[in-house]
């Protein structure tokens, strides 16, 4: 097209786009891009909000390291050439249920964005069902109309390995697979995939699906919280909602999770979760009961040991 | 008197400024989108200033956060439609306006023949005037092809 003949109004950045959109133009040290793209807020949030996951702390630091590195190799022009320049991204979360691999996908996002790699910083959750249409013609407008509305931020896919059944060949969720390979090759600047779901099921995704598992440059296995690690969770979770243990509730939930971690289901920091509400409901009832009694704000926001000991998990030892 | 001195149809905004580089493009879409404004993208090969509806190509595009899906579209409406007018139109859903709020041409053909101004006569002398797009002279499909 023609070049225009007159300036306009913010295409001074938007013409040295690869170098003006980061925030780090110009910068010379790590500590230079750390400060302008305040990378390193985020990156202690996620140490101090998330309990455990030390290896998905690790690597996320070790991403956010090479970015950051990037950033400096850019600014003295070492970047490689012009269109495949940037990273590719795309990750995978493999975990169990309740292991924080969709909050972990909400900082990622916002690591991205600050560095600069995203340019919105906005996820888009989206599961099987937002992508694979219902009948023939139906999932291609459908599958790019989320990428259309993931771009510029991050596209996380739960349970991705739902979008391959090889059991019916006839099923569209090919279809979708193959637009999303398309939009995750060719758009690499525009958006991050993220997929996640478990670690067996994933593994036999990216078996039948060999030219996704390439595409994806970071594989992060979420581990399982322990019991320790979930006391703590429990507690955050309590503070958050201005309740807490009170006098050998703290003893009486450790018991309930020894028992709960057994029997089968268990979803981790969701199941904790569950439970304290369910321990919520119970406190609630018992001071429901007692009519005529003045409340104090203790009363209110203290969970007694009974609350969770009534749970079912205590009441069936045998089974 | 020439009725399309320019060689260009002048429609909706920036069409009297030389064609927006896709940056201009992009930047244009960034300013709707935070607006708040849902982009769709649209094309025809029949320019008639009375053809308010033209073809859609594919759906307007709701909630987007990044001007980068619009482009996709447009690339890919090019891709399919080298040779035809293509237009972005912004829809403003807010309460009382809900309806386009900016419309400019992205793509045009080669040559555009323009439009002819042609006379009828009817009773008493009268003049009726109509304006007649050469291009549709041809059938659809073939117009703007030389």
Known sequence: MSTPLYSIPGTAPAASAPEAAAPAAGARTVNEVLAQSQVEAVMDELDRDLIGLAPVKQRIRDIAALLVIDKLRASLGLAADGKHSAPSLHMCFTGNPGTGKTTVALRIAEILHRLGYVRKGHVVSVTRDDLVGQYIGHTAPKTKEVLKRAMGGVLFIDEAYYLYRPENERDYGQEAIEILLQVMENNRDDLVVILAGYKDRMDTFFKSNPGMSSRIAHHIDFPDYSSGELLQIAERMLQAQHYRFGEGAHEAFAQYLQRRMQQPHFANARSVRNALDRARLRAASRLFADRDRVLTEADLTTLMPADILASRVFQAPAS | ?146
């Open chain 2, 1 to 146: 008197m020439m009725t399309n001195p320019t060689g260009r149809v002048t429609q909706g905004q920036f069409s009297f400024l030389p064609d927006l580089t896709d940056d201009e493009i992009r930047l244009q879409i960034e300013y709707g989108l935070r607006k708040g404004y849902a982009w769709s993208v649209e094309y025809t090969d029949d320019p008639h200033p009375r053809n308010t509806y033209w073809e859609m190509f594919g759906m307007p595009m709701f909630d987007l956060k990044d001007a980068a899906g619009v482009m996709m579209e447009l690339a890919q409406c090019r891709k399919t439609f080298p040779n035809h007018y293509i237009r972005l139109m912004a829809f403003d859903s807010m309460r009382g306006v809900e309806s386009i709020a900016m419309s400019f041409i992205v793509n045009r053909p080669k040559n555009e023949p323009g439009f002819g101004l042609a006379r009828h006569e009817v009773e008493g002398r009268c003049i009726q005037y109509k304006v007649h797009s050469y291009a549709t002279d041809k059938p659809e499909g073939e117009r703007y092809s030389g």
